[in-house]
């Protein structure tokens, strides 16, 4: 009996872990995509800016011709401390172009909404997360 109960209850176990890490692999691949064309930098940490690289029209056509792949989204990081009159916070800001696709972000979005371009600037918005926003103790609009 108690052997049963203990299968039983790796089995649960197991089953969690599991969907956890498919819920986490998913909000990861949402945020930063399944593969990400960049420049060489063997001493660059983990999560730091990107080196800029050039658009190549050919290495992107060839992207775009494999099996599975729905979208090429170009992308921008960049360091920044954010200050309130009371509060500061480091970030790694991400900026992204007119033709970024929010859809994958959707489920995510908690208040707001996206950013909104218009033809002849850049948007002067950002999509801040929400433990950001509470540090800096902004109210989400």
């Known amino acids: ?16 872990v599991s969907g956890f890490e498919n819920a986490v ?3 990861v691949f949402s945020f930063w995509g399944h593969v990400r064309i960049a420049a060489r930098q063997p001493q660059k ?19 775009q011709a494999m099996p599975g792949v729905k979208s090429i989204q170009a992308f921008a990081t960049k360091s920044a401390i954010l200050k ?11 900026g992204v172009g007119t033709d970024f696709s929010f859809q ?17 600037t850049y948007s002067r918005e950002i999509v801040l997360p929400t433990d950001t926003a509470r540090q800096l103790q902004l109210n989400l609009t």
Not at 45 to 63: F, G, K, M, R, Y
Not at 86 to 91: F, K, R
Not at 104 to 120: I, K, T, Y
């Open 1 to 16: 009996m108690a052997t049963t109960i203990s299968v039983a209850v790796m089995i649960i176990t197991l089953s969690f």
């Open 25 to 27: 692999s998913q909000k």
């Open 45 to 63: 940490a983990s999560v730091a800016e990107e080196e800029a690289i050039t658009a190549n029209a050919q290495l992107a056509a060839q992207v």
């Open 84 to 94: 309130t009159e009371t509060e500061l916070d480091g970030v790694l800001m991400k």
């Open 104 to 120: 994958n972000l959707q489920p995510f979005l908690q208040a707001g909404r996206w950013l909104q371009f218009n033809d002849s």
